[in-house]
């Protein structure tokens, strides 16, 4: 088994979010019970407008080694800007080349559906996943809008993908970098979100 912990994101002081540090305190919690080791993924969100010098996956590491988890227990992917590439990255990078069959993959609550659908599209049947969607705290215009988001951007990788078959990882590589997938300026949110049922 490998904990996969996604991010969210760093600011250009190497600051992590605090939905990203919510997320590494759940990897670590089971990193403890079960003494597995975790792959921090991550280079910078898609959206940044910036590049910063250094990566999600680096400063997600300095944080654990920080509160005690050894470095030789913490894989990195630093190449990945969207979870379609992290969970291509994992399976290719880690888990195909270690035959490892088991993951517990770390996200958040508001992105939940959508990892579980690029995670399972990609690894496919043969692998055994599990998901966990720590709870974000944030204002409920915030969260909805972000929800709404999510929702958007999954009806998108369902129209892109789900006439491949699950498992075929190339095809979904090859199918996300022949769209305009990561466009975010075309998404259009509505003006009827129910906020109350985010919060």
């Not at 407008?49 to 992917?77: C, H, S, W």
């Not at 969970?87 to 290719?92: E, L, P, Q, S």
């Not at 990609?122 to 720590?134: A, D, K, R, W």
């Not at 999954?154 to 090859?174: P, S």
Request: with cysteine; net charge neutral.
């Amino acid at each position: 088994m490998i904990i996969i912990v996604l991010g969210t994101g760093i600011d250009e002081k190497r600051r992590l979010s605090a939905e990203t540090i919510k997320r590494l305190l759940e990897g670590y919690r089971i990193h403890k019970e079960k003494n597995v080791p975790l792959l921090l993924s991550g280079k910078y969100s898609f959206a940044h407008n910036t590049r910063p010098k250094f990566t999600e996956a680096e400063a997600m590491q300095d944080y654990l080694v920080n509160i005690g988890i050894e470095e030789k227990n913490i894989f990195l992917d630093k190449e990945s800007e969207d979870t379609i590439f992290s969970a291509y990255n994992a399976k290719t990078k880690f888990f195909i080349p270690q035959d490892e069959k088991e993951a517990v993959i770390v996200t958040s609550d508001i992105n939940l559906e959508r990892v579980e659908y690029v995670f399972f599209k990609v690894f496919g049947e043969n692998y055994n996943l599990h998901f966990i969607g720590t709870l974000s705290k944030l204002p409920c215009q915030v969260k909805g809008m972000i929800f709404e988001k999510q929702r958007i951007l999954n009806e998108r990788a369902k129209t892109l993908l789900d006439n491949i078959e699950d498992g075929d990882h190339e095809k979904v590589k090859e199918k996300i970098l022949d769209s305009n997938f990561n466009n975010e300026k075309g998404i259009k949110l509505s003006g009827n979100i129910n906020y109350k049922k985010t919060c």
